[in-house]
Protein backbone atom coordinates (compact mmCIF):
# COMPACT_ATOMS: atom_id res chain seq x y z
CA UNK A 1 0.00 0.00 0.00
CA UNK A 2 1.30 3.36 -1.27
CA UNK A 3 1.63 5.27 1.77
CA UNK A 4 1.36 9.64 1.71
CA UNK A 5 3.76 11.16 -0.73
CA UNK A 6 4.55 14.79 -0.85
CA UNK A 7 5.95 16.87 -3.36
CA UNK A 8 8.79 18.40 -4.06
CA UNK A 9 10.97 17.09 -1.46
CA UNK A 10 12.74 20.51 -1.10
CA UNK A 11 11.56 24.04 -2.23
CA UNK A 12 13.74 26.75 -2.32
CA UNK A 13 11.98 30.29 -2.82
CA UNK A 14 13.23 33.98 -1.87
CA UNK A 15 10.98 36.22 -0.03
CA UNK A 16 7.88 37.68 -1.54
CA UNK A 17 7.46 34.74 -3.65
CA UNK A 18 4.71 32.47 -3.35
CA UNK A 19 5.17 28.31 -2.77
CA UNK A 20 2.76 25.46 -3.77
CA UNK A 21 3.21 22.65 -2.36
CA UNK A 22 1.20 19.08 -2.90
CA UNK A 23 -0.32 15.62 -1.13
CA UNK A 24 -1.36 12.69 -2.13
CA UNK A 25 -2.94 10.67 0.89
CA UNK A 26 -3.33 6.61 1.32
CA UNK A 27 -5.98 5.41 -0.93
CA UNK A 28 -9.48 5.55 1.08
CA UNK A 29 -8.58 8.27 3.20
CA UNK A 30 -10.42 11.71 3.15
CA UNK A 31 -9.07 13.43 5.27
CA UNK A 32 -5.74 15.74 5.23
CA UNK A 33 -4.01 17.68 7.36
CA UNK A 34 -1.12 20.32 6.95
CA UNK A 35 1.49 21.04 9.64
CA UNK A 36 4.43 23.35 9.93
CA UNK A 37 7.64 21.95 12.02
CA UNK A 38 10.27 24.63 12.01
CA UNK A 39 14.01 23.52 12.91
CA UNK A 40 13.89 22.23 16.41
CA UNK A 41 10.39 22.90 17.12
CA UNK A 42 7.41 20.93 17.48
CA UNK A 43 4.83 20.22 14.88
CA UNK A 44 2.60 23.27 14.29
CA UNK A 45 -1.48 22.48 13.18
CA UNK A 46 -2.05 24.12 9.61
CA UNK A 47 -4.92 23.14 7.99
CA UNK A 48 -7.48 19.83 8.25
CA UNK A 49 -9.25 19.29 5.25
CA UNK A 50 -11.99 16.39 4.69
CA UNK A 51 -13.84 15.36 2.28
CA UNK A 52 -13.11 18.39 -0.05
CA UNK A 53 -14.37 21.33 2.64
CA UNK A 54 -11.78 22.77 4.79
CA UNK A 55 -12.88 21.95 8.63
CA UNK A 56 -10.62 23.81 10.90
CA UNK A 57 -7.18 26.03 10.74
CA UNK A 58 -4.57 26.88 13.10
CA UNK A 59 -3.34 30.16 13.69
CA UNK A 60 -1.52 30.92 11.17
CA UNK A 61 -1.95 33.94 8.85
CA UNK A 62 -4.26 34.06 5.50
CA UNK A 63 -1.78 33.96 3.33
CA UNK A 64 -1.26 30.27 4.15
CA UNK A 65 -3.87 28.43 2.53
CA UNK A 66 -5.13 25.68 0.44
CA UNK A 67 -7.53 23.07 -1.21
CA UNK A 68 -8.36 19.28 -1.20
CA UNK A 69 -9.34 18.22 -4.89
CA UNK A 70 -12.06 15.56 -5.53
CA UNK A 71 -9.90 12.81 -5.89
CA UNK A 72 -8.53 14.09 -2.26
CA UNK A 73 -5.45 15.03 -2.64
CA UNK A 74 -4.45 18.66 -1.67
CA UNK A 75 -2.62 21.42 -2.01
CA UNK A 76 -0.92 23.77 0.72
CA UNK A 77 -0.39 27.48 -1.17
CA UNK A 78 2.05 30.16 1.00
CA UNK A 79 1.86 33.62 -0.53
CA UNK A 80 3.99 36.40 0.32
CA UNK A 81 6.85 34.20 1.82
CA UNK A 82 9.26 35.58 4.89
CA UNK A 83 12.53 33.92 5.64
CA UNK A 84 10.28 32.52 9.00
CA UNK A 85 8.19 30.54 6.78
CA UNK A 86 11.07 28.21 6.36
CA UNK A 87 10.15 24.68 7.52
CA UNK A 88 9.36 21.07 7.15
CA UNK A 89 6.03 20.95 5.74
CA UNK A 90 3.96 17.75 6.84
CA UNK A 91 1.02 16.28 4.98
CA UNK A 92 -0.71 13.77 6.84
CA UNK A 93 -3.92 11.97 6.11
CA UNK A 94 -6.44 9.58 7.63
CA UNK A 95 -9.74 7.87 7.35
CA UNK A 96 -12.71 10.53 7.69
CA UNK A 97 -13.59 11.91 11.11
CA UNK A 98 -11.68 13.74 13.38
CA UNK A 99 -10.75 11.05 15.71
CA UNK A 100 -8.55 8.98 13.58
CA UNK A 101 -4.66 8.21 13.69
CA UNK A 102 -3.21 9.99 11.23
CA UNK A 103 0.07 8.96 9.02
CA UNK A 104 2.30 11.50 7.61
CA UNK A 105 4.32 11.92 4.44
CA UNK A 106 8.17 12.48 4.24
CA UNK A 107 7.36 16.08 3.77
CA UNK A 108 8.72 19.15 1.95
CA UNK A 109 11.81 21.22 3.18
CA UNK A 110 10.87 25.05 1.95
CA UNK A 111 14.16 26.98 2.44
CA UNK A 112 13.29 30.76 1.95
CA UNK A 113 16.45 32.69 1.19
CA UNK B 1 -2.11 26.29 29.73
CA UNK B 2 -0.52 24.59 26.25
CA UNK B 3 -3.18 21.85 25.27
CA UNK B 4 -0.77 18.79 24.99
CA UNK B 5 2.11 18.98 27.39
CA UNK B 6 5.56 16.85 27.19
CA UNK B 7 8.58 16.90 29.25
CA UNK B 8 11.01 18.18 26.84
CA UNK B 9 13.81 15.87 27.92
CA UNK B 10 16.54 14.75 27.09
CA UNK B 11 15.72 11.19 28.97
CA UNK B 12 18.34 9.27 28.66
CA UNK B 13 18.04 5.19 29.82
CA UNK B 14 20.58 2.53 29.61
CA UNK B 15 19.66 -0.04 26.67
CA UNK B 16 17.60 -2.43 28.31
CA UNK B 17 16.27 -0.33 30.53
CA UNK B 18 12.55 0.97 30.30
CA UNK B 19 12.25 4.32 29.03
CA UNK B 20 8.99 6.22 30.59
CA UNK B 21 7.25 9.01 28.26
CA UNK B 22 4.68 11.18 30.01
CA UNK B 23 1.77 13.50 28.32
CA UNK B 24 -1.13 15.24 29.98
CA UNK B 25 -3.86 17.07 27.98
CA UNK B 26 -6.45 19.84 28.97
CA UNK B 27 -9.34 19.03 26.87
CA UNK B 28 -11.74 16.46 28.89
CA UNK B 29 -13.31 15.64 25.62
CA UNK B 30 -10.55 14.23 23.99
CA UNK B 31 -11.26 10.74 22.31
CA UNK B 32 -8.31 9.40 20.84
CA UNK B 33 -4.77 9.48 22.02
CA UNK B 34 -1.28 8.77 20.09
CA UNK B 35 2.25 8.13 20.57
CA UNK B 36 4.39 9.27 17.42
CA UNK B 37 7.75 8.37 17.16
CA UNK B 38 10.39 10.74 14.91
CA UNK B 39 13.77 10.43 14.08
CA UNK B 40 15.98 13.23 13.37
CA UNK B 41 15.39 14.55 9.85
CA UNK B 42 12.20 12.09 9.00
CA UNK B 43 8.33 12.61 9.70
CA UNK B 44 6.86 10.91 12.91
CA UNK B 45 5.90 7.44 12.33
CA UNK B 46 2.59 6.13 14.47
CA UNK B 47 4.01 3.41 17.24
CA UNK B 48 0.55 3.15 19.25
CA UNK B 49 -3.24 4.61 19.25
CA UNK B 50 -5.41 3.95 22.71
CA UNK B 51 -8.90 5.43 22.83
CA UNK B 52 -9.96 4.11 25.90
CA UNK B 53 -8.30 3.85 30.09
CA UNK B 54 -6.31 1.35 30.75
CA UNK B 55 -2.91 -0.42 28.68
CA UNK B 56 -2.61 -1.59 25.61
CA UNK B 57 0.17 -3.41 24.72
CA UNK B 58 2.01 -3.74 21.40
CA UNK B 59 5.96 -5.61 21.18
CA UNK B 60 8.12 -3.86 23.68
CA UNK B 61 5.64 -0.81 23.88
CA UNK B 62 2.84 -0.02 26.46
CA UNK B 63 0.19 2.89 26.34
CA UNK B 64 -1.42 3.83 29.38
CA UNK B 65 -4.14 6.05 29.45
CA UNK B 66 -6.25 8.14 32.59
CA UNK B 67 -8.52 10.16 31.40
CA UNK B 68 -9.73 11.34 34.72
CA UNK B 69 -6.30 12.43 35.31
CA UNK B 70 -5.92 13.42 32.10
CA UNK B 71 -2.92 11.63 31.46
CA UNK B 72 -1.31 8.89 28.93
CA UNK B 73 2.05 7.90 28.69
CA UNK B 74 4.56 5.11 26.83
CA UNK B 75 6.70 2.95 28.68
CA UNK B 76 8.92 0.93 26.16
CA UNK B 77 10.63 -1.92 27.44
CA UNK B 78 14.08 -3.36 26.64
CA UNK B 79 14.77 -0.06 25.15
CA UNK B 80 17.72 -0.82 22.44
CA UNK B 81 19.73 2.39 20.58
CA UNK B 82 17.54 2.68 17.63
CA UNK B 83 14.38 3.73 20.36
CA UNK B 84 16.74 7.21 20.19
CA UNK B 85 14.21 9.64 18.74
CA UNK B 86 11.96 12.33 19.58
CA UNK B 87 8.41 10.81 20.76
CA UNK B 88 4.95 12.91 20.38
CA UNK B 89 2.05 12.66 21.84
CA UNK B 90 -1.30 13.77 19.84
CA UNK B 91 -4.63 14.27 21.29
CA UNK B 92 -7.57 14.24 19.13
CA UNK B 93 -10.24 16.27 20.16
CA UNK B 94 -11.62 17.45 17.06
CA UNK B 95 -8.34 17.74 15.43
CA UNK B 96 -4.88 16.28 16.18
CA UNK B 97 -2.76 18.85 18.99
CA UNK B 98 0.64 17.06 19.11
CA UNK B 99 3.29 17.83 22.01
CA UNK B 100 6.48 19.30 22.04
CA UNK B 101 7.90 15.84 21.91
CA UNK B 102 10.50 14.07 24.69
CA UNK B 103 13.64 13.62 23.37
CA UNK B 104 15.11 10.08 24.53
CA UNK B 105 18.51 8.66 24.13
CA UNK B 106 19.35 4.65 24.29
CA UNK B 107 22.62 4.70 25.53
CA UNK B 108 24.50 1.01 24.78
Known amino acids: EAGVTQSPTHLIKTRGQQATLRCSPISGHTSVYWYQQALGLGLQFLLWYDEGEERNRGNFPPRFSGRQFPNYSSELNVNALELEDSALYLC????????????FGDGTRLSIL | QKEVEQNSGPLSVPEGAIASLNCTYSDRGSQSFFWYRQYSGKSPELIMSIYSNGDKEDGRFTAQLNKASQYVSLLIRDSQPSDSATYLC????????FGAGTRLTVKP
Open chain 1, 92 to 103: ASSFSGGNQPQH
Open chain 2, 90 to 97: AVNPHDMR
